[in-house]
């Protein structure tokens, strides 16, 4: 018998090609030694509820009541459920053709995108249609979809921040694409340079390729910044000279732990520039419920907007979703809960407020002690958690270091990393899954850890770092920024 379809050496080369670091080599290390009984704190993926953030009571109640619409007749169903989430669940469910059960449009059920639209235009002060929202199993299916529809081959060229989120790099790689990086600037705070993006592009086409689209995320995944409004007006402007699609990853817009930087979408801003731009500007915008307060990974529900797309375009990437006949029906509710949330006067909403606030007060507060304790540790620097729910300290090892990890055939940052986590059972990711410059180490780690253990995850995470710097140290030294 020869080589057959599904033995390794003839599977499609651009599988192979694929990285995904936050479920890579550390994660794999981390599973091993669980099973062999320690006790591993996973901040590998920004995945609140398995860190023990509740989740929030109101969506819950009402997904329920749909998941199981039998509860809506017994008469003793207002002493378990609030009459505020028995009617929205009668509202979600007269949406569907028969229940959670039932297929829905491929790009989701026609009155949750008009809640998404009724959202987006409460949140920029601009009318959003409806036909140009496609609802997704979570934001990531959807960032697929849409990479799908741009990139034709090798010579196509997708603009993508670095360090960036592997789903960039990791699709870009699978549909046979070309990743054009463009660095962010650690010393002034993970800020975008635009005459960096000129650079990135020109040595792009220098090499034959030819740049299609710009990827932002804001705020930052790894690098928890957040972009100001001229930083997104030099790139809306940047991507009109050089005819480029922008893809607008904006997942984290709830997670905000400083005051000076809010949150203003790319749309609200290119609708502000207005003509000739905000009609020229091709913008593909993405949000989920996986983040922000809510943190429902799991249930997998996105969307995406699409802005100054041709109708003939919007009628194909409708094809390639039908394809997958309908996006998880269920998730559509979770995100018309998030984006029609409960209103002053709801019997629920003071409870909604109250776990909501919580949780974003408490994100803001772990935000403060990761920062202050890396920044305590030796040759440890990092820039403050600004935004989404990550921080990545940039770790500054000694040239023995670097030779010890080159003589265990392993990235240096890999090699900090494994013996981190086999230290002390902290699962992180090394920067180097991210993407960043030649001879920098970094790490990122979730906030997410309940408040209560991380004074004792950050004492833990010094001891092994001081203690590390210590061994291999040899009179090195580095000085801070």
């Known amino acids: 018998m020869g080589i057959k379809a599904l033995d390794y050496e003839s599977l499609n080369e651009n599988v192979k090609k694929v990285q995904y670091a936050v479920r890579g080599e550390l994660y794999l290390r981390a599973s091993e030694l669980q099973k062999e009984g320690k006790k591993i704190i996973f901040t590998n993926v920004g995945n609140p509820h398995a860190l023990g953030q509740k989740p929030l009571t109101f969506p819950r109640q009402v997904v329920a009541l749909c998941q199981a619409p039998f509860l809506l007749d017994d008469p003793n169903v207002g002493l378990l459920f609030p009459t505020d989430a028995i009617a929205r669940a009668k509202h979600y469910l007269s ?20 809640e998404v639209a009724e959202f987006i235009e409460r949140r920029d002060g601009y009318p959003s249609d409806p036909e140009l929202i496609f609802l997704t199993d979570g934001a990531s299916k959807g960032v697929m979809q849409i990479l799908n529809c741009i990139i034709r081959g090798q010579g196509d060229g997708v603009l993508v921040p ?86 607008g990853d904006e997942v984290y817009q709830q997670n905000i732990y400083q005051d000076e930087r809010p949150f203003i979408s790319a749309r609200k801003i290119l609708m502000d520039m207005g003509p000739p731009i905000s009609k020229e500007v091709q913008l593909i915008s993405f949000h989920t419920v996986s983040k922000g ?49 409960l209103k002053p006067g709801d019997i629920s909403y003071e409870q909604y407020v109250r776990e909501s606030k919580g949780i974003l007060e ?15 540790c030796k ?103």
């Open 162 to 247: 670095v360090p960036q989120y592997p789903l960039y790099s990791a699709t870009i790689s699978l549909f046979g694409g070309s990743l054009v990086p463009y660095y962010l600037e650690e010393t002034a705070n993970w800020g975008l340079d635009v005459n960096n993006l000129r650079e990135s592009v020109a040595q792009a086409r220098f090499k034959g390729i030819t740049v299609r689209a710009m990827v932002i995320i804001n705020p930052g995944n790894p690098t928890g910044q957040c972009l100001s409004e001229a930083n997104v007006r030099e790139i809306l402007n940047f991507c009109y000279q050089e005819n480029l699609v922008l893809l």
């Open 95 to 114: 949406m569907t053709s028969g229940g959670l059960g039932a297929y829905s449009d491929s790009r989701g059920l026609p009155g949750i995108r008009k």
């Open 379 to 481: 040759n440890v620097v990092c820039n403050f958690t600004e935004g989404a729910m990550y921080s990545f300290p940039q770790i500054r090892l000694p040239p023995k270091a670097i030779e010890a990890a080159k003589k265990a055939g392993k990235v240096p940052d890999v090699f900090y990393c494994l013996k981190l986590v086999e230290a002390t059972g902290i699962s992180t990711v090394p920067g180097s899954g991210f993407g960043q410059k030649e001879g920098v180490f970094h790490l990122r780690t979730t906030i997410l850890p309940a408040e209560e253990d991380m004074p004792e995850i950050m004492s833990s995470f010094k001891k092994f770092n001081d203690e590390f710097m210590e061994q291999y140290e040899d009179n090195w030294s580095h000085s801070r920024m």
């Open 293 to 341: 307060y809510w943190g429902e990974c799991g249930q997998r529900g996105g969307y995406f907007e699409m802005t100054n797309i041709p109708p003939q375009t919007v009628d194909e990437i409708y094809k390639i979703a039908s394809i997958s006949l309908s996006p998880n029906v269920p998730a559509q509710i979770f995100m018309g809960l998030m984006v029609n949330p």
């Open 362 to 376: 408490s994100l803001r507060r772990r935000a403060r002690l990761m920062t202050d304790g890396f920044n305590s």
